[in-house]
Each structure stands twice: as C-alpha cells, then as structure tokens.
C-alpha cells in the first residue's frame, strides 16, 4: 500500500514539473484579466500593447478567438474590422472606444 502512494506522489510530481510551460500561458491569462480589468477609455496605448503580448500566447501578432477573453472575446467580432477571424495591435485598440 505504502509503495503505491510513493509512487503516486512521484507521478504527480513528475506531471507538475513537465507543466511548467502551461503555468507561464496560465499566469499570462491571468496577467491579462487582471490589465483588461484595468482598461479603461482613458488607457493608453502602450497598456493594449501589453494586453496583446499577453493574449498572443502563440506569438504569431494575432488575437486569435481562442486567445481572447472577457470583453475582447465578447467584442471579437465588432473589433476584427478586417474580418479575418483575429485581431491585430491597431484593431485591438478599438476596445478603448469600447469601454465606458
């Protein structure tokens, strides 16, 4: 019995450590929320440029819907003027106009 528990904990720790790139993406969704949260009309550009480092968790310049939430998710549509399904930088801006 004792040597099943040791080796469950020996698995859960090996699967925690080789997690350890998910924690990066989920603290960056986490850093995000917390930023949008923050926005408001009055933010500047420089703060939506953060926002979209944070969200672009493939790193490819694009808010994919996928990688957006909240009120960027909620608004996807209304703010890919292009409408080829992501976001760029300057269309993501377009959240400030948005918020109240």
Known sequence: MMKKVIASIALVAALSSCNSVKNVNTSNVA???TLLGSLS???TVQQVASLFSLLDTDKNEA??????????S???AQLDTDN??????????GLLALLK
């Open 41 to 43: 009309s009055n933010s």
């Open 31 to 33: 850093d995000a929320a």
């Open 84 to 93: 080829n399904s992501s976001l760029n930088l300057t269309e993501l801006q």
């Open 74 to 76: 909620e608004n996807f």
């Open 63 to 72: 808010i994919s819907s996928t990688e957006a939430i909240g009120s960027v």
